[in-house]
Nanobody, 111 residues
Framework: VQLQASGGGLVHEGGSLTLTCKASGINFKIYDMGWYRQAPGNERELVATITVSGTKTYTDAVKGRFTISRDNARRKVYLEMNNLNPEDTAVYYC??????WGKGTLVTVSS
């Protein structure tokens, strides 16, 4: 399993970014997918998940600002992030199923 996250970067408070995770080596359409993040000094936390049927969940801190989506044909999962604030600064990781992790992509939000 390979999961490649991209799309991170430096953005000003209030700005937007869209993260992309491309999967290979798995039958993508049968995997629930998730985005997690880890800020410096903090534990990794769940941001959003999307099931094989398209059901989405979000942590309270990002509800109304972030949107998770998936494209099974392209084996990609996306995280659209709007109205970013400095508390969103973290390394963002995608996860396939229960225990397949990709390398993260850094998101930095400046105030």
């Amino acid at each position: 399993v390979q999961l490649q996250a991209s799309g991170g970067g430096l953005v000003h408070e209030g700005g937007s970014l869209t993260l992309t995770c491309k999967a290979s080596g798995i039958n993508f359409k049968i995997y629930d997918m998730g985005w997690y993040r880890q800020a410096p000094g903090n534990e990794r936390e769940l941001v959003a998940t999307i099931t094989v049927s398209g059901t989405k969940t979000y942590t309270d801190a990002v509800k109304g600002r972030f949107t998770i989506s998936r494209d099974n044909a392209r084996r990609k999962v996306y995280l659209e992030m709007n109205n970013l604030n400095p508390e969103d600064t973290a390394v963002y990781y995608c996860k396939a199923g229960l225990d397949s992790w990709g390398k993260g992509t850094l998101v930095t939000v400046s105030s």
